[in-house]
């Protein structure tokens, strides 16, 4: 039996439903069919999608929020549907900056440099209060817009420290604060146990070098 998101899918095809724009660099689109809305990127170009979604996938599995994802075939091209996060807002460092500065191992680990994007609009807060990010496209080996980051994803991480230095979220956060951050979100094992849905076996291998790097510098 199709899941919601795959009737969603194919009353998008059926119906040529180009949906409407959200904004952003890489040209979300809103659907709004029977089966739920949802949210549709084809990113950059095909590595690009390829990428985010396998990204979401990731940060889901080791408990950060990110929205439900699915990644189909569309007349030749990767389509990743995601799930609209219904009623959420945008964060507010006023009131989510704890709650964001949680989650800063896993981000850093993927690389994740717009984490929270330059208006606030890559992560949003549900109702129930939990962080979803909703954007992680300049995560992994691609920048947000989708041009590939080269050697500047690499083996060793060091962005715990350059989103503290340059990301008002995270500044005046402690390398104390960053291990609990490590340590909620699994640790290692959690890390390593992930690594099974990055599909890309360049992307999966640089992870699994940067967990063990992770790991040595939380230790």
Do not use: C
């Not at 040529?16 to 040209?27: F, H, K, Q």
């Not at 330059?118 to 979803?132: K, Q, T, Y």
């Not at 005046?172 to 609990?180: A, K």
């Amino acid at each position: 039996m199709p899941t919601p998101m795959e009737e969603a899918l194919a009353h998008i095809q059926s119906r040529g439903d180009g949906g409407s724009n959200l904004g952003g660099s890489t040209g979300a689109r809103l659907h709004d069919t029977p089966y739920g809305k949802y949210v549709g990127k084809r990113g950059a170009h095909p590595q690009h999608i390829l990428n985010e979604f396998d990204i979401n996938r990731y940060l889901n599995s080791v408990g950060v929020g990110v929205p439900n994802a699915g990644l189909y075939n569309d007349a030749g091209s990767p389509l990743m549907l995601t799930e609209f996060e219904e009623d959420a807002r945008r964060i507010d460092p006023s009131r989510d900056k704890a709650k964001i500065q949680q989650d800063i191992a896993p981000q850093a680990l993927v690389g994740n440099w717009d984490v929270t994007g330059m208006f606030n609009d890559n992560a949003l807060v549900r109702p129930d209060g939990d962080v979803s990010y909703v954007d992680v496209g300049g995560a992994g080996a691609y920048r947000a817009m989708g041009a590939p980051k080269n050697n500047a994803f690499g083996p060793i991480v060091d962005e715990h420290n350059t989103l503290r230095n340059r990301n008002d979220w995270y500044k005046g956060m402690t390398d104390q604060q960053v291990g609990q951050s490590w340590d909620r979100h699994g640790g290692e094992d959690a890390f390593t146990e992930a690594l099974q849905y990055l599909q890309n076996p360049q992307t999966q291998q640089i992870m699994g070098d940067r967990v063990q790097d992770f790991a040595r510098q939380v230790a």
